[in-house]
């Protein structure tokens, strides 16, 4: 297994390692590492609302030219209406504050989040800063300035 950076992990709540999980790969081929729900009790996130779940860890990343990005799981998506608020959570290399996740209930009804809960997932990703060079006009292509449904709906 590719092992890749070492990143500094800080354990902010007493919960992480005696009652709930630290963050793991749940696979050898997962992408991302499972964040759990580090709470003492449960927190019940109502129907069509937002509720702030703590994951028990704060990291540093070593440079800019890293990212750590929290995406919502996918079986909390399709089967529950569970996603992350903003979509996907950015935590930049100069963030030392602990991973919450901005849970959103998109269901009809409400949503209890257990202690130790899979609630998300983190993946780390090369970050690229760019430096913007002003030009009147951009490159041809074929599409061009095409938008929204330009190369048609279904085609294949």
């Known amino acids: 297994m590719n092992t ?23 696979t050898e081929g997962s992408a991302g590492m499972d964040l759990h729900a580090c709470c003492e009790s449960e927190i019940t996130i109502p ?24 995406f919502p799981r ?11 608020s903003n979509a996907v959570g950015v935590i930049d290399s100069d963030y030392r504050g ?22 998300a997932q983190l993946i780390f990703f090369p970050i690229y800063r760019i430096v913007w060079d002003e030009v009147s006009e951009l490159g041809e292509t074929e599409r061009g300035a095409g938008g929204f449904g330009s190369t048609g709906i279904g085609k294949f």
Do not use: Q, W
């Open 74 to 84: 996918s079986g909390l998506a399709s089967k529950h209406g569970i996603s992350l």
């Open 47 to 70: 129907a069509r609302s937002r509720g702030k779940v703590p994951t028990g860890i704060a990291i540093e990343l070593p440079n800019p030219d890293l990212a750590a990005l929290v």
């Open 4 to 26: 890749g950076s070492r990143i500094k992990v800080k354990i902010v709540s007493p919960l992480l390692k005696t009652k709930i999980p630290m963050p793991a790969y749940a």
């Open 98 to 119: 602990e991973i919450i996740c901005s849970v959103k209930n998109d269901s009809d009804t409400e949503f209890v989040v257990h202690p130790g809960d899979r609630i």
